[in-house]
């Protein structure tokens, strides 16, 4: 028993020795770091939480290129230095605006821990605080759902552009749990002197809002419909999140579809991509979606006739266009028809044929998807 009480202790004290000597060396390095050693932050965050306490003191004694350091350092080591949020939130209304700028990235990296403070940061009567939290809330995104209310009331409040459009991204980057921004965001889009790219801001967090952003639909519809040449990326922006809040209307579907026939080849591609994760679009979208696979970018032929299936599965052009799309030259085009019929799920047994023979494709992704899409079919 002896031995055994004296090699316990021996442990004990090996690894309160560690410790010590593991603390002695962060504290050196935060000294160097205040110093103005800026290379040895990197060495502080391999330390991870035990660094901590030591970068907080760093940020609160050092000046602006260690403090920046600081904060920065923290930030990767991420929701393990949850201890350092009040110093951080405390940081952002530093003299220093790289500071500042560091301490709202980190205090995002942290994540959900950091949203009780930020909430009461945006509470401040400083327009920079504000916006700099704002952007640490977008970072963080729907976990920061409780941040809606004071940010609704910040922006309602706000006369400063660029603090409003930090405002409007955060919001837009929580989604649905911000819906009672949504009739602000509306109004703040009809004021008159409204920047064109504040716009652009607006229209793609009520996008990113989704279905509770429904009662946006007839603005969105109206930007679709204006003909302005400096209104392109934003008709493209409105287009995008119509597919987003979806479904599509029938009283939308001529703007939404005259709109998308004007756009850039890519932006049709991205734009029939979002429309077909919205689902099922309404029959009178049927000649517009058939006009579409007559095109002749092979992605615009592949996502009009994923569409179309989409309500009409069986549909022969649908069947015809997707199984030669599996023959295309480009394996992206090849792996999304692979995949299209695997949602689309057409009952015709030439797919199968097709999808076997796509599973032995020479480019791993297309074989991936051809079994996928096959396993589809056994489950249906």
Same mark, same amino acid.
Not at 32 to 42: H, I, P, T
Not at 148 to 156: E, G, I, M, R
Not at 213 to 218: C, L, Q, S, Y
């Given at each position: 028993m002896k031995y055994l009480m004296t090699g316990l202790l021996g442990v004990w004290f090996g690894f309160t020795s560690a410790l010590a000597q593991d603390q002695e060396q962060i504290n050196n390095l935060a000294n160097?770091?205040?110093?103005?050693?800026?290379?040895?932050?990197?060495l502080l965050v391999k330390h991870g939480g035990a660094a901590v306490? /030591?970068?907080v003191g760093v940020l609160k004694e050092g000046n602006a290129f260690a403090k920046g350091h600081a904060a920065s350092a923290l930030g990767q080591i991420g929701p393990a230095a949850k201890e350092a949020v009040p110093a951080l939130r405390k940081a952002l209304s530093d003299d220093d605006s790289v500071v500042g700028a560091q301490a709202s990235v980190a205090?995002?990296?942290?994540?959900?821990?950091?949203?009780?403070?930020l909430v009461e940061a945006l509470k401040s009567s400083n327009e920079k605080v504000r916006a700099l939290a704002a952007r640490a809330v977008k970072a963080i995104g729907p976990p920061a759902? /409780?941040?809606?209310?004071?940010?609704?009331?910040?922006?309602?409040?706000?006369?400063?552009?660029?603090e409003r459009l930090a405002l409007v991204d955060a919001l837009?980057?929580?989604?649905?749990?911000?819906?009672?921004?949504?009739p602000l965001l509306i109004k703040l889009y009809q004021e008159k002197d409204r920047p064109v790219h504040a716009g652009i801001h607006i229209v793609v967090a009520l996008?990113?809002?989704?279905?509770?952003?429904?009662? /946006?639909?007839?603005?969105?519809?109206?930007?679709?419909?204006?003909k302005e040449s400096q209104q392109v990326p934003l008709r493209f922006h409105a287009l995008e999140a119509l597919a987003q809040i979806g479904?599509?209307?029938k009283e939308s579907m001529p703007a939404l579809f005259n709109a998308l026939k004007e756009m850039p080849a890519t932006l049709r591609v991205k734009m029939l991509d979002s429309m077909s994760k919205a689902g099922p679009l309404a029959a009178e979208a049927k000649p517009l979606l058939?006009?579409?696979?007559?095109?002749?970018?092979?992605?615009?032929r592949v996502y009009a006739a994923r569409l179309l299936g989409l309500s009409e599965p069986n549909d022969l052009t649908v069947v015809s266009i997707l199984i030669e799309s599996l023959r295309e030259k480009d394996p992206k085009v090849r792996r999304l028809a692979a995949e299209s019929l695997g949602v689309v799920r057409p009952r015709d047994e030439s797919v199968i044929e097709a999808l076997q023979e796509s599973a032995r494709d020479q480019d791993e992704s297309v074989r991936q998807a051809a079994l996928q899409a096959l396993a589809k079919f056994k489950k249906k």
């Open positions: 160097r770091l205040k110093e103005g050693d800026g290379r040895v932050a990197a306490p /030591a970068l205090l995002g990296q942290i994540g959900p821990a950091a949203v009780a403070e759902k /409780a941040a809606v209310p004071v940010l609704v009331k910040a922006l309602a409040d706000s006369k400063n552009p660029q837009g980057q929580i989604g649905s749990e911000a819906r009672e921004a949504v996008g990113n809002i989704g279905p509770a952003a429904k009662d /946006a639909g007839p603005l969105l519809l109206d930007i679709l419909q204006a479904p599509v209307s058939l006009e579409s696979m007559r095109d002749a970018n092979p992605l615009i």
